[in-house]
């Protein structure tokens, strides 16, 4: 388990794009026998549309976000009401459903989405998220699973949300200085030891322009060295959830 935890966060450290975070999360899961996922973090504007991150059918998903369930599904609802990890489905306890909302459940069922171990995310910097692990039936290991991995899944959930939120969200806060999405792309490379020419080519950009990224950094952070600005990063790394 030890061994799955830390790919699981060098993974994150290192995932650059959605699709980095989506397969990092679902590998981690499936080591632990959870083999379906979403991620939805809900927007900082009622008329923005959610993030969702997911290894639920494309088809679902798209129909998801489109028809704006995030306001009627029952999971999302308690997530944003509790903080406590909660099982639900068919014998998991009883949800008080409107004709809508089972509506909305015998939706998801036809993409075999019937019941799940959902992780409430409430860190206090932003709109509530929450990670469910789903399943096509409430099967003994499912619950076994959830059970035996739970407190190590409620850490990976919070670990992924700050990842998350840094890595796709518009705030690239680093020591309490907002930088442009490029300069924080560059400052992030030069973390993990990659050079300026390294990072110019992973990012699809010219030598100079990383130097320039990585200069303007520099000097937000009010630091004379990249070293400086470096350390200021992977310290503000550290003390994210």
Known sequence: MHRVF????????ESVDRADLQSALAD????????CFAYLSLPPRPDDKPLLISTYPT????????????????????AQHGTDPFEWGLGAGA??????????FDEAAQFDIRSGFTIPIHDGRG?????????????PAFSRGVERHGEVLQFMALHYHAQVRQKLSGDRIIAGV???????????????????????DILGIKRR?????????????????????????SASMRTMP
Not at 59 to 78: A, F, G, K, M, N
């Open 209 to 233: 322009t990383t130097v320039f990224h990585l200069e303007n950094a520099k000097q937000k952070l009010g630091v004379r060295t990249i070293s400086q600005a470096v350390a200021r990063y």
């Open 95 to 104: 949800m008080i459903l409107s004709k809508r909302q089972q509506q909305f």
């Open 178 to 200: 907002a930088l442009s999405p490029r300069e924080f792309d560059c400052l992030r490379w030069a973390a993990l030891g990659k050079s300026a020419g390294d990072t110019a």
């Open 6 to 13: 830390q790919t699981f966060i060098d993974r994150l450290s």
């Open 59 to 78: 088809e679902w998903t798209t129909h998801y976000l489109q028809s704006r369930y995030e306001r009627l599904d029952p999971v999302i609802l308690q």
């Open 127 to 139: 709109p509530v998220a929450a990670i469910t692990f789903a399943a096509h039936e409430r099967h």
């Open 28 to 35: 981690a899961a499936g080591a632990f026998g959870l083999h």
